[in-house]
């Protein structure tokens, strides 16, 4: 029997962020280019143009790339977002979207949950370290993990399992192992 288990859980919204970040880097691009060719005082457009040119290529390259179906990172777009507003001094802008952009890729991130000898660390943000003591069951049937709390409170979620092949009979004797000392 192996010592730990590590089951990557569904992230069902992984599209919704996608779309919100998309929306957000719209919003930011636009917002920068604003200030950059409406409110600036200068007469010379080259950066504007070599901003404008970036974005162009950047979603030309999204859009050639997703045909052959592999992704290039939206974060690549926050960042040039990013140092968009911050080249037009719109630093309070640019802090929003360095936040965002952190949110967005931690909405993102792989959500792996581990259990051990220790207990189980939940992919919350930060993440949650589950105790043994503190569990009635922890059960993985046809692809639904359950984590019955003695609290009376419920974690269901399903696993992918594209990214994990675990054993339902080797996890459920390993938690029950665990629960019950």
């Not at 950059?36 to 790339?65: E, R």
Request: proline residues 2%; charged residues 15%.
């Amino acid at each position: 029997m192996p010592e730990q288990f590590q089951i990557t859980l569904i992230n069902d919204k992984i599209k919704l962020y996608q779309r919100f970040g998309w929306f957000l880097i719209i919003v930011f691009f636009a917002v920068a280019s604003y200030f950059y060719f409406f409110v600036n005082s200068t007469n010379d457009y080259t950066g504007g143009i070599i901003f404008l040119a970036s974005i162009a290529l950047l979603l030309t390259l999204k859009f050639a790339v997703k045909k052959t179906k592999q992704i290039i990172d939206i974060r690549y777009f926050f960042a040039l977002a990013i140092l968009a507003l911050f080249i037009n001094q719109q630093y309070l802008f640019a802090s929003l979207a360095l936040v965002l952009m952190f949110l967005f890729t931690i909405s993102t991130l792989p959500k792996i949950l581990t259990l051990n000898i220790d207990g189980i660390q939940y992919p919350s943000f930060p993440i949650r370290k589950i105790h043994w003591q503190e569990l009635n069951t922890a059960l993985l049937k046809d692809g639904l993990l359950t984590i019955d709390f003695k609290s009376d409170k419920i974690i269901q979620q399903f696993i992918d399992e594209t990214k994990t092949n675990v054993n339902e009979q080797e996890f459920n004797e390993f938690c029950n192992k665990y629960i019950s000392k």
